[in-house]
């Protein structure tokens, strides 16, 4: 009898200490990628955004997204988006400041309304701008904002990648969880497959094309957003990264969104 209780109970002490295991090196993953992207200040880079639907016709949008980076640990990034082309979209504006736990602070210039509006943040899963990423996406990567568990490693491509869970902790979150491929070589993302609140598979975002900046910092110059659900895709092209340019708080303030340039 007393082999009987001690079996089962070795058993799921064992898987426990598995599970913490996991736990914890997701976890290391997380904040070693964390840490390599720090110190870059401040960031702008130009962008063709190219909406596909089902049937294979397509849309073009340019725009410019600066950032600003906030280095204390329990505060994220600032974001800028800035519509240049089409015409009816010109001047549209999106600011973003990500939090951790807290619901992002989100607002959206509409020139033709004249108006700006905050994105509420049970809408966070809703499509930016028509395109494939959620407003949610369009926030910076923030080690607090998800539990984090090293699912395996295996090949990608002609790298090794880390595969890892991250769990949103974040309230109103349109997925449940999202499944990253990591290179152990720079610790850059190469894939993330996103899993909607039936914890079905929604969305597959590839990263391509990465280019080293500053002697440091990773930046992928194609990203392609897959809707597996409606078989509509969004493609980004990046070019002219520039870092450190002198941009400040007072770049990122609702206030100015209606002037911004």
Same mark, same amino acid.
């Given at each position: 009898?007393?082999?009987?209780?001690?079996?089962?109970?070795?058993?799921?002490?064992?898987l426990?200490?598995?599970?913490?295991?996991?736990?914890?090196?997701?976890l290391?993953?997380?904040?070693?990628m964390?840490?390599?992207?720090?110190?870059?200040?401040?960031?702008?880079? %130009? =962008?063709? $955004?190219?909406?596909? #639907?089902?049937?294979?016709e397509s849309? !073009?949008?340019?725009?410019?997204?600066? %950032? =600003?980076e $906030?280095?204390?640990? #329990?505060?994220?990034?600032?974001?800028? !988006?800035?519509?240049?082309?089409?015409?009816?979209?010109?001047?549209?504006?999106?600011?973003?400041?990500?939090?951790i736990?807290?619901?992002?602070?989100?607002?959206?210039?509409?020139?033709?309304?004249k108006?700006?509006?905050?994105?509420?943040s049970?809408?966070k899963?809703g499509?930016?701008?028509?395109?494939?990423?959620?407003y949610e996406d369009?926030?910076s990567?923030?080690?607090?904002?998800?539990?984090?568990?090293?699912?395996?490693?295996?090949?990608?491509?002609?790298?090794t990648c880390?595969?890892?869970?991250?769990?949103?902790?974040y309230?109103?979150?349109?997925?449940?969880?999202?499944?990253s491929?990591?290179?152990?070589?720079?610790?850059?993302?190469?894939?993330?497959?996103?899993?909607?609140?039936?914890?079905?598979?929604?969305?597959?975002?590839?990263?391509q094309d990465?280019?080293q900046?500053l002697?440091?910092?990773?930046?992928?110059?194609?990203?392609?957003?897959?809707?597996?659900?409606?078989?509509?895709?969004?493609?980004?092209?990046?070019?002219?990264?520039?870092f450190?340019?002198?941009?400040?708080e007072?770049?990122?303030?609702?206030g100015?969104?209606?002037?911004?340039?």
């Open positions: 009898m007393v082999k009987f209780i001690i079996l089962p109970l070795i058993l799921v002490v064992s426990a200490v598995e599970a913490l295991g996991s736990e914890q090196k997701g290391e993953i997380a904040m070693e964390d840490r390599r992207d720090q110190g870059f200040g401040d960031s702008e880079v %130009t =962008l063709r $955004m190219v909406l596909t #639907n089902r049937n294979g849309s !073009t949008r340019e725009l410019r997204i600066r %950032t =600003l $906030m280095p204390a640990e #329990n505060t994220g990034d600032k974001s800028l !988006t800035i519509f240049d082309y089409p015409k009816d979209v010109k001047g549209t504006a999106f600011l973003s400041f990500t939090k736990l807290e619901p992002d602070d989100q607002w959206l210039y509409l020139p033709a309304l108006r700006v509006k905050r994105i509420s049970a809408n899963s499509p930016f701008v028509g395109s494939e990423f959620a369009m926030t990567f923030e080690v607090g904002k998800y539990a984090h568990k090293w699912l395996r490693d295996e090949p990608c491509g002609a790298l880390f595969v890892v869970e991250w769990t949103p902790r309230e109103n979150s349109g997925y449940t969880r999202q499944v491929w990591v290179d152990q070589a720079e610790y850059r993302i190469q894939k993330v497959e996103y899993y909607d609140r039936k914890s079905e598979l929604l969305k597959t975002l590839v990263f990465y280019k900046y002697g440091q910092y990773w930046r992928a110059r194609k990203m392609l957003m897959v809707n597996h659900q409606t078989g509509k895709k969004t493609t980004l092209e990046f070019s002219d990264h520039r450190r340019g002198g941009l400040d007072g770049d990122f303030s609702k100015r969104l209606n002037r911004v340039r």
